[in-house]
């Protein structure tokens, strides 16, 4: 719980230190292009960087697990020859 409040208290000076406006833009040739950029404030560009990096990051090793998930989940199969008990 302590931990959460001085995530919230840095997040929160984060915000106030960087509350200047920046225009970020998806198209590095023309960055005023009207279609493909946004102006917002710099610690929103950080908070969205961050949120992405935690989704990109939960859903890589999530997907690495995923062997091992399916391993507990299914029992492993027979070996060749051996059948199983007569339904």
Known sequence: MIGLGFCLLLASLVAVANRSMVVFS?????????????????????FAAMFTGILLGGFTVWNGQRKSRAQTILPPSAPPGIEGPPL
């Open 26 to 46: 998806i198209d590095p040739i023309a960055p005023a292009a009207e279609g493909l950029s946004v102006n917002m404030p710099l610690y929103g560009v950080i």
